[in-house]
């Protein structure tokens, strides 16, 4: 097929896929083949979801009021259209809980992504982000392409360093060059911004992987297809039987066992954000997964599509 636009075709292979010496989700890992697929050069950006919107008249998740019976027990003020947006304290204070630096924020969505007096009138090259899971799938529908799965974009961001600890090679910031756009500092109160943003940051801002993809580590997360599961399967046996375009777990198994009344699923989102810091977060790799449910948005989180051969 001829090359779409802005895209890159990645060849496929067999790589190893996860990592047993970071966080216990990453592990085991396991050797999985996935075929060749195209994959967006960049994530897509406030100036093509603006495309997309105008020509959908779409309705992201984050500009819907919430539908009370999804959340049993919510508090009734708090069931408005809005989003996760990060608002740093001015001290020092313990990593253990988010809520310190997450504000659930009335009228900030992928136009106004820091809150209703902010705009994307400076950043449309920048990742869109306040994107739920349902809105990366319509865009992807209507352009015609999908969304990855993680296998995919695992092996996508590797660049063909397969067993490499960045997508760049083995150091954070060889010869003291930054390779992507995340925390310098102590999270979450000092942003010292020493490779130039404190946010998001234009697409490209940074060196391509080995593949020639942007952004592939840090600025935003990104959203898989995958259904989130705790740990990756226990390798094959034998090399005969090493996965091939593997999926992830199930809708039931995604569920948060934290929270057992509420029934919305988790999918996987990879790739760390500006928001990944030595000291809090060290998921600026490209073993690094997260879960996230699909009716959560945040000021962090954006995509990418693929398109299957």
Same mark, same amino acid.
């Given at each position: 097929?001829?090359?779409?636009?802005?895209?890159? +075709?990645?060849?496929?292979?067999?790589?190893?896929?996860?990592?047993?010496?970071? /966080?216990?989700?990453?592990?085991?890992?396991?050797?999985?083949?996935? $075929?060749?697929?195209?994959?967006?050069?960049?994530?897509?950006? #406030?100036?093509?979801? &603006?495309?997309?919107? #105008?020509?959908?008249?779409?309705?992201?998740?984050?500009?819907?009021?919430? $539908?009370?019976?999804?959340?049993? *027990?919510?508090?009734?003020?708090? &069931?408005?259209? *809005?989003?996760?947006? @990060? $608002?740093?304290?001015?001290?020092?204070?313990? =990593?253990?809980?988010?809520?310190?630096?997450?504000?659930?924020?009335?009228?900030?969505?992928?136009?106004?992504? /820091?809150?209703?007096?902010?705009?994307?009138? =400076?950043?449309?090259?920048?990742?869109?982000? +306040?994107?739920?899971?349902?809105?990366?799938?319509?865009?992807?529908?209507?352009?015609?392409?999908?969304?990855?799965?993680?296998?995919?974009?695992?092996?996508?961001?590797?660049?063909?360093? $397969? *067993?490499?600890?960045?997508?760049?090679?083995?150091?954070?910031?060889?010869?003291?060059? +930054?390779?992507?756009?995340?925390?310098?500092?102590? @999270?979450?109160?000092?942003?010292?911004?020493?490779?130039?943003?404190?946010? =998001?940051?234009?697409?490209? %801002?940074?060196? &391509?992987?080995?593949? *020639?993809?942007?952004?592939?580590?840090? !600025?935003?997360?990104?959203?898989?297809?995958?259904?989130?599961?705790?740990?990756?399967?226990?390798?094959?046996? %034998?090399?005969?039987?090493?996965?091939?375009?593997?999926?992830?777990? =199930?809708?039931?198994? %995604? @569920?948060?066992?934290?929270?057992?009344?509420?029934?919305?699923?988790?999918?996987?989102?990879?790739?760390?954000?500006?928001?990944?810091?030595?000291?809090?977060?060290?998921?600026?790799?490209?073993?690094?997964?997260? !879960?996230?449910?699909?009716?959560?948005?945040?000021? +962090?989180?954006?995509?990418?599509?693929?398109?299957?051969?």
């Amino acid at each position: 097929m001829a090359a779409p636009d802005n895209m890159l +075709h990645i060849p496929g292979g067999t790589f190893v896929m996860g990592s047993d010496r970071h /966080y216990p989700e990453e592990a085991p890992a396991h050797p999985v083949t996935v $075929d060749a697929f195209w994959m967006d050069v960049a994530p897509v950006t #406030n100036r093509q979801f &603006l495309e997309f919107v #105008n020509a959908t008249g779409h309705v992201t998740v984050a500009e819907k009021a919430p $539908d009370a019976k999804n959340y049993p *027990g919510a508090e009734k003020r708090m &069931l408005r259209a *809005g989003s996760l947006v @990060f $608002d740093p304290p001015d001290h020092a204070v313990p =990593t253990d809980d988010m809520t310190r630096w997450w504000t659930f924020t009335f009228g900030a969505t992928w136009r106004r992504p /820091y809150g209703r007096k902010s705009s994307i009138g =400076t950043r449309l090259d920048h990742p869109v982000v +306040h994107v739920a899971y349902a809105d990366a799938r319509a865009y992807a529908a209507w352009a015609g392409k999908e969304l990855p799965t993680e296998a995919e974009w695992e092996f996508a961001a590797r660049g063909g360093l $397969d *067993g490499a600890e960045f997508a760049w090679g083995d150091e954070l910031t060889p010869s003291g060059r +930054h390779m992507a756009n995340i925390w310098q500092g102590m @999270f979450p109160h000092q942003n010292l911004a020493a490779d130039g943003f404190e946010r =998001t940051s234009p697409v490209g %801002s940074f060196p &391509l992987n080995g593949y *020639g993809l942007a952004d592939m580590i840090g !600025n935003v997360w990104e959203w898989t297809d995958d259904f989130w599961s705790s740990r990756h399967p226990e390798p094959a046996g %034998s090399p005969c039987c090493t996965p091939k375009n593997p999926r992830g777990g =199930t809708e039931v198994g %995604s @569920f948060d066992p934290r929270q057992p009344a509420i029934r919305i699923a988790r999918r996987v989102v990879k790739g760390g954000s500006h928001l990944c810091a030595p000291n809090y977060c060290r998921r600026y790799r490209p073993s690094a997964r997260h !879960n996230q449910p699909e009716d959560t948005s945040m000021s +962090h989180l954006g995509f990418r599509c693929v398109i299957r051969k």
